[in-house]
């Protein structure tokens, strides 16, 4: 049918249209109100009213600062600077403190005459979860609170006798944890939580959160997430609520969280993953756990196999004890399984009775193990064999803690990719080795012997019995240890060749620093044990770079016929012998008897093997003879003097670098071309760029010399600056030195500042540049016969000279010269070229070798 039904009065359609256009007109107008009408309704003389109600619901004290009455996006308040204080019994500091807090109502009790809260959301608030020394939290209080407070179900629809317990969401919250009034590093950053009631009875929560330590600079995208989604029931005491929660920390990388949880970054890196369930009364709780890490391995070390960690764990946790009871954790490792049962009385006190089974686990697993905890590791290490035993631990009695059992390695092969022949064992069996009794002191009563028995949890460990393998040296090869709780130590004794002793310290971080520069010839004896933490916080360098972290070692190695590669020198070091002691303080070389480019030498080096900054090796070396020129090839590698190669490797040879070094030298004669020193005792030090002679003294020409120089070969051809002084020299051995021609008397004081640079010896002259000094004592000069020219006098004798000036441009250039009275001006080549001036009216020419004395014009 159409059109309007027969009895029924048409409506005019713009009665409809003035309806509606009223209709919007109160919409828009209710709107205005709500948006700018209501909040300017002030409601600041409920506020003690409000903060009386939020006090009696939580039981806390509360202060908050304005409040306002808002419309949109729904009805409510918006309350600003919101603190719960902290009870006392937990410390000064608020539990909980928000800049922003609004509160929602729901529309249907604005009319009931009944308020009731449907939503609190809390905007970047701040909780200080506490715990105090007895194990009680301070949310506890909260949770006791709620659980005794009649509330309806959040969602419930329609309010019936109690209010509906409100959905409370707090958004960027940050969770602190103190312990009793110290505030721990660790927090929740960036937290989400959301609580609400389910059912009469239960709590339902998520959380969502970053974890992070705030004493120390965390990369927050590689700490991973933390959800957490369950719910706690209604009970009538604290311990009494049953819980249902599942916990997650995802996508975080190992590094990151073991740096959080150890306080400093341990190398580790690897994907991890864990997962936690809690079920039943907190008194009472049933707990599983899952733990999962993908590419286990140390930042430095990549194991030769993917190495995953998947471990499951359940216990029953008593909270009141502190115990656990049917722990059983298990970790299948390929065909095999780890798998540790048993139950913890107090896990505070450490009372225990576990049993730890290893079935058929592949030896390579304790290597990637190893691997994990142990930097010096190298990654080429690879080991064959499989592992079988089981362990007791037993804390329960009153006796000492009694730790038993046994495990066998059979048969082992450990070897290094590529590095000849792999280390065999036929079988290697740790056994398990309880605390000792530790005497006490007598009690001074005389005959009488008390002793206190105590348990000593450092002697606890794991033995590995003596076992021997072949090594080819002269002596059997042994190796025997102990595992503790704190770390680990073995004992290496026996002969080997250095070749295999090498491819053995791959897996000795200690001995590298020497066996980096000892090359695979001649043999060894030692006797040697190493020791170390399982985990030790990285050592930081003074320019902030990481240092090595070897094991400390103890005892001693000999060499003999070896070979020492240093790259610093030119040649290798022909090792006769040497004894090398290993204590604390680091590596100490003793009665080296060696030789280095023909040259012998004999003495001692003490260096440390852990250093946070520069710490020079210390050096005393002595050598019977010493030439310049063989000096120069070892340090320089410049080979022979004046060789035209030289000056081309000079430029594309890479700079030297030389290692910290001090000490002192004594040569019994060194040789610079035409002159020899004797008893020559010096203290050196070098560092990257070169040598410095910070002292030297001798005995030559029937005098003493002193000195003193540096010598840098960073920059190419190297560069010398020379300081010296001499005394008592005879004039008679000097003219020798230089074939003077005149017979020449009484001695020389005097001194020299002297650089010069390059190889040869015509670059050292055309280089050189300095200033000089001199006094001749009771000297003459006589020219030979043939040689005054018509007129001419002979120089005459003097009673000192005294003489100064300057070198440079390849000659000696006197400045200022007195024998008995007037002046000596002139100089004195390189070249031996003579253009003297004498104050008796002579002029000197020719050469030191052919002088000729003419007389003035």
């Known amino acids: ?176 944890f103190k312990s009793g009034v110290e505030k721990s590093g660790f927090s929740f950053l960036n937290s989400d939580l959301s609580i609400w009631l389910e059912s009469a009875n239960e709590w339902r929560l998520r959380f969502e959160a970053q974890p992070v330590r705030t004493d120390m600079s965390l990369d927050l995208e590689d700490t991973g997430t933390i959800q957490v989604d369950g719910s706690l029931d209604r009970a009538a005491a604290l311990n009494q609520m049953p819980v249902r929660l599942h916990a997650e920390w995802n996508h975080a990388e190992l590094g990151q969280a073991g740096e959080m949880l150890l306080g400093f970054d341990a190398g580790w890196r690897g994907d991890l993953r864990a997962d936690a369930d809690l079920a039943g009364p907190i008194e009472n709780l049933q707990v599983k756990t899952h733990l999962r890490v993908g590419n286990a391995h140390r930042e430095e070390f990549t194991p030769m196999n993917a190495f995953d960690i998947d471990a499951r764990c359940q216990a029953g946790y008593r909270h009141a004890a502190r115990a656990l009871d049917g722990l059983t954790c298990l970790w299948p490792v390929e065909s095999g399984h780890l798998l540790l049962t048993g139950n913890v009385a107090d896990i505070a006190a450490r009372k225990a009775q576990l049993a730890f089974e290893i079935n058929q686990v592949p030896a390579s697993f304790a290597v990637n193990v190893l691997g994990l905890l142990r930097s010096e590791l190298p990654t080429d290490l690879e080991a064959k064999g499989t592992i079988a035993g089981t362990f007791h631990y037993d804390t329960e009695s009153e006796a000492a803690p009694e730790l038993t059992g046994d495990a066998t390695v059979t048969p082992l092969e450990v070897s290094f990719a590529g590095d000849g022949t792999p280390f065999r064992f036929a079988s290697l069996h740790f056994v398990a080795r309880g605390a000792e009794p530790v005497a006490a002191k007598p009690t001074g ?36 240890g102990e595992m503790t709780q704190a770390g680990f130590s073995f004992h290496l004794v026996g002969a080997a060749p250095m070749a295999r002793l090498r491819q053995l310290a791959g897996a000795l971080g200690s001995l590298h620093p020497l066996m980096a520069h000892v090359a695979p010839q001649g043999t060894a004896n030692i006797d040697l044990t190493f020791a170390r933490p399982w985990t030790a916080e990285p050592a930081i360098a003074a320019d902030g770079s990481l240092l090595p972290r070897y094991a400390d070692v103890q005892g001693w190695l000999r060499l003999e016929k070896a070979q020492a590669v240093l790259p610093w020198l030119s040649d290798p070091v022909e090792l006769a012998s040497a004894t090398v002691n290993f204590d604390d303080t680091g590596m100490h070389w003793a009665n080296v008897a060696a030789t280095l480019h023909g040259i012998a030498l004999r003495g001692s080096l003490d260096a440390a093997l852990r250093c946070e900054s520069v710490c020079p090796a210390r050096l005393n070396l002595d050598v019977p003879q010493l030439d310049a ?56 030090a070098a560092d990257g760029r070169g040598w410095t002679i910070p002292s030297l003294d001798a005995s030559a020409l029937n005098g003493s010399l002193h000195a003193s120089g540096r010598m840098d070969g960073s920059h190419g051809a190297p560069r010398y600056s020379l300081k010296t002084t001499w005394s008592g020299v005879a004039m008679a051995p000097v003219a020798a030195l230089f074939a003077e021609k005149w017979p020449a008397t009484g001695t020389l004081d005097g001194g020299a500042d002297l650089t010069l640079s390059g190889y040869t010896e015509a670059d050292l002259l055309s280089s050189a540049q300095g200033r000089f000094h001199w006094q001749w004592n009771h000297g003459s000069l006589t020219a030979p016969a043939g040689r005054l020219a018509a007129g001419a006098m002979a120089p005459s004798g003097f009673t000192q000279w005294n003489a100064s000036g300057t070198i440079g441009n390849g000659a000696l250039v006197l400045g200022n010269a007195a024998p008995a009275a007037g002046a000596v001006a002139g100089k004195i080549g390189f070249d031996r070229g003579l253009s003297l001036s004498w104050p008796e009216g002579q002029i000197v020419g020719g050469t030191l070798a052919h002088p000729l004395v003419t007389a003035k014009p």
Do not use: C
């Open 1 to 176: 049918m159409t059109g309007t039904d027969a009895g029924e009065t048409p409506v005019p359609a713009r009665r409809y249209d003035k309806a509606l256009r009223i209709l919007s007109l109160l919409l828009i107008v209710s709107v205005l109100v709500a948006a700018f009408i209501v909040p300017l309704v002030n409601i600041n003389r409920y506020h003690r009213t409000i903060t009386d109600t939020i006090e009696r619901s939580l039981g806390h004290p509360v202060h908050i600062g304005s409040v306002k009455l808002q419309m949109l996006p729904r009805p409510g308040l918006a309350i600003t600077d919101f603190v719960v204080e902290e009870n006392a019994d937990f410390g000064a500091e608020p539990m909980l403190r928000a800049p922003s807090v609004t509160v929602s109502l729901r529309l249907s009790s604005l009319w009931r005459r009944r308020l009731e809260v449907s939503r609190i959301d809390l905007d970047q608030a701040s909780v200080n979860l506490v715990r105090n020394a007895q194990g009680q939290w301070n949310f506890g209080t909260l949770l006791e609170q709620a659980s005794h407070t009649a509330n309806a179900p959040t969602a419930q629809r329609h309010s019936g006798a109690s209010p509906r317990f409100p959905y409370i969401e707090f958004s960027g919250a940050r969770f602190n």
């Open 445 to 480: 009563r005389k005959h009488k012997k008390e002793m206190t028995p105590a348990a000593s949890p450092a002697a606890q460990g794991i033995v590995l019995e003596p076992a021997t393998m072949e090594m080819g040296g002269s002596a059997p090869f042994g190796i025997s």
């Open 629 to 684: 020129a063989a000096l120069e090839t070892v340090l320089l590698g410049s080979g022979h003097p004046g060789a035209l190669v030289q000056a081309i490797l000079s430029e594309v040879e890479p700079k030297k670098s030389w290692p910290a070094l001090e000490g002192q030298v004594h040569v019994g004669a060194f040789t610079l071309g035409t002159l020899t020193l004797h008893d020559v005792r010096a203290q050196i």
